[in-house]
Nanobody
Framework: VQLQASGGGLVQAGDSLRLSCRAS????????LVWFRQAPGKEREFVGG????????KYADFVEDRFTFSRDNAKNTVYLQMNNLRPEDTAIYYC???????????????????WGQGTLVTVSS
C-alpha cells in the first residue's frame, strides 16, 4: 500500500494543523494506522494511532491531549488534528501502516512496512 501524507506547514505557537494521510487502497479495521515524527538530529518517535485490535487511539506522553487521531475507512484516510502546537512539535510527520504487527509493537518504527513520504510541520515561537 502507498501512503500520501499532507497538511503540514509553518504555523505559530498555539496554532492548529490537521494532517491527512491517504492510502492507495481501502483501509479497514484490520489495519494498524499511526503517525510518527522525526525532528532534526533525533530518532523517529511515535505520535499516535490505532492498532488493528481496536480500542481507542493511543498517544505519546508529549501529546498531552493536544492531538487527536481519527480514521475514515470509506475515504482510505487517517488524520491527525494537532492543536496548541509548540515549537518542540517541529518535525517531519510520517504516517505508517501495517496489517500484521502485534499490539506491543505499536510504537516501534521498525515494525511498519508501509510509510508515507512525510509532511513538514514547523512551529515558530
Amino acid at each position: 500500500v502507498q501512503l500520501q501524507a499532507s497538511g503540514g506547514g509553518l504555523v505559530q505557537a498555539g496554532d492548529s494543523l490537521r494532517l491527512s494521510c491517504r492510502a492507495s487502497r481501502r483501509t479497514t479495521n484490520a489495519d494498524t494506522l499511526v503517525w510518527f515524527r522525526q525532528a532534526p538530529g533525533k530518532e523517529r518517535e511515535f505520535v499516535g494511532g490505532q492498532h488493528r485490535s481496536g480500542g481507542t487511539p493511543k498517544y505519546a506522553d508529549f501529546v498531552e491531549d493536544r492531538f487527536t487521531f481519527s480514521r475514515d475507512n470509506a475515504k482510505n484516510t487517517v488524520y491527525l488534528q494537532m492543536n496548541n502546537l509548540r515549537p518542540e512539535d517541529t518535525a517531519i510527520y510520517y504516517c505508517a501502516a501495517s496489517s500484521t504487527i502485534i499490539y506491543s509493537q505499536l510504537r516501534v518504527p521498525s515494525s511498519y512496512a508501509y510509510w508515507g513520504q512525510g509532511t513538514l510541520v514547523t512551529v515558530s515561537s
